[in-house]
């Protein structure tokens, strides 16, 4: 994951995060600042083995430049815990806010990227499945983005309706990885597999 932002590193130098899955169990670094700033070889270390990760560095669009809206975002729900990283911008953020403060979300950031966790967390109460929930929330969302959501057992990643953030997939042996961009794929040695259709969400279990 380390090398796999570094590769990403142009695509935002504001801050810089990576969350651990050690079988349920969620180890996170994040920190402002570019990725070999934030991450040292002691905190790499600190975060142990896993078998999923989901990484991201981030440059400000909604939300300001601090250490709240660093990604991923990690959320506690009723059904289990949940990391998120985001690329894009919302159109309706402000309509999803007021929808879920009504409902009782109380927010720690200002970024969009809260919204869609809480959104999904909020669908997962009465979805079968997270990837339901996924779904689900992903109907109410308007503007450009993709995402990776990681819960203890499955990596999902989602592309918005009009394709207009980057998402690919690629393979390492039998690890699915995905990235904004093929540099990523690469930085890690795994094999371009294709960019993810527009709308298109895949499920990668554990």
């Not at 983005?145 to 499955?154: A, G, H, R, T």
């Amino acid at each position: 994951a380390y090398y796999g932002l570094f590769a990403l590193q142009h695509r935002g130098q504001e801050s810089a995060g990576i969350v651990v899955n050690d079988d349920g169990l969620f180890r996170d670094c994040r920190g402002m600042g570019l990725v070999n700033e934030v991450f040292s070889q002691e905190k790499l270390q600190a975060l142990g083995s896993g078998n999923m990760v989901v990484g991201h560095v981030r440059y400000a669009t909604t939300g300001g430049s601090n250490m709240v809206n660093v990604q991923p975002l990690v959320i506690n729900h009723h059904k289990g815990r949940m990391a998120l990283a985001h690329n894009g911008n919302l159109t309706n953020s402000y309509a999803l806010r007021s929808q879920l403060e009504e409902k009782g979300s109380i927010f720690h950031t200002t970024s969009d990227s809260e919204l869609i966790a809480y959104a999904i967390a909020q669908a997962r109460l009465h979805c079968r499945s997270v990837e339901d929930a996924v779904c689900y929330a992903a109907r109410n969302l308007k503007g450009a983005f993709s995402l990776l959501v990681m819960s203890p057992q499955k990596l999902i990643a989602v592309r918005d309706p009009w394709g207009f953030r980057p998402l690919c997939m690629g393979r390492r042996g039998d690890a699915v990885v995905f990235a904004s961009e093929t540099c990523a794929l690469n930085a890690v040695g795994a094999a371009f597999e294709r960019e993810l259709e527009p709308g298109e969400i895949v499920v990668a279990d554990a």
